[in-house]
């Protein structure tokens, strides 16, 4: 009795801390009336609201799902502080046709709420689509160059990513996000996602177990994981964090490209197996789950309760540049 007390009293401190011009009885009837359910059983104790799922990590970063937090709670903590997160998108090639897409979703979903920078990288920015965004939020293209295998596009990105932080991206931005272009938006993809370090559990690995990820297995490359090591199998299609984090990750990544590259070996999955070599020896501090980046040719089982942000289904021929 004590405890749902003691708990009570922790909530409506919590809620009065909210900057609502509210009284505490106003803001009693306000949690008692306005949310969900499984919110109101908050009130008498904190329990774990996804089972089904792993939602914690043994280094105690938490994995984020649907059910795992309180969108509303999140919003209440992080838009006062009127952070801007920068956005690198890569539409190289034929890879620009995804551009449209990935932007109008983004707007409707992407930190609604918040400033975003978006950083376009492109060798034709004519044609970056035209859009009229949300206050507070930008489109910054980069001119590139064509490179003409796609291994190589995947390569170099690690490299402009650094120097876009060196350039502008640290004056600029608190987190960032590097985002693969040929995915659209469906739902909210908000600032839960935010902390130091982010990675996602891969769509297609996430169920597997570690002897089954694709990870570098030449102990030659600057990438080499042994069998019997790993967490998860990261994607390479979305990570972010702190822009220092992020700066930190691209530079080592990019230097162990550069190391492999010279030593002619090209790892299995180029920049996704050096991000993820990186992520084993730097655990991420936040685990997000594949609802922040699905794969539709998997359907949506139980545990996927929302499809967030999803690959746009292509032809690789179609798209990839000598493929
Ligand atoms: C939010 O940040 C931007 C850019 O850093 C600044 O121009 C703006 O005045 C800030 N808004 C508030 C309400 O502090």
Known sequence: ??????????????LTALP????????????????????????????????DVLTVTPWLAPVVWEGTFDPML????YKPMNLTVAATVFAVGKYIMFLQGFLESAERHFLVGFRVHYHIFTDEPEKVPPLTLAAGRQIIVHKVHKLNRWQDISASRMQLIQKVIEDRVHREAIYMFCLDVD??????????????????????????????FTYERNPASKAYIPNGEGDFYYAGALFGGSVGEVYKLAKMCHSHLEIDRA???????????????????????????????????????????????????????????NA
Not at 1 to 14: A, P, Q, R, S, V
Not at 188 to 206: C, D, K
């Open 1 to 14: 009795m004590c405890y749902i007390i003691k708990t009570f009293i922790n909530h409506l401190l919590i």
């Open 20 to 51: 609502l011009s509210c009284s505490p009885l106003a803001l009693l009837w306000l949690c008692l009336s306005q949310l969900p359910m499984s919110y109101m059983s908050c009130i008498f104790q904190l329990s774990p609201r996804r089972t």
């Open 74 to 77: 999140i919003d209440a903590i």
């Open 183 to 212: 995915a659209k938006f469906y739902s909210r993809w908000g600032a839960e996602a935010l902390e130091l370090l982010v990675a996602q559990m891969h769509s297609w690995f996430y169920r597997e177990q570690r002897h089954g």
């Open 263 to 321: 030593n002619g070996i090209e790892a299995l999955w180029q920049e996704e197996s050096h991000l993820n070599w990186y992520l084993l020896h730097n655990k991420p501090s936040k685990v997000l789950s594949p609802e922040y980046m699905w794969d539709n040719k998997k359907g949506q089982p139980g545990e996927i309760k929302v499809i967030r942000f999803s690959q746009v289904p292509k032809n690789y021929k179609e798209v990839r540049e």
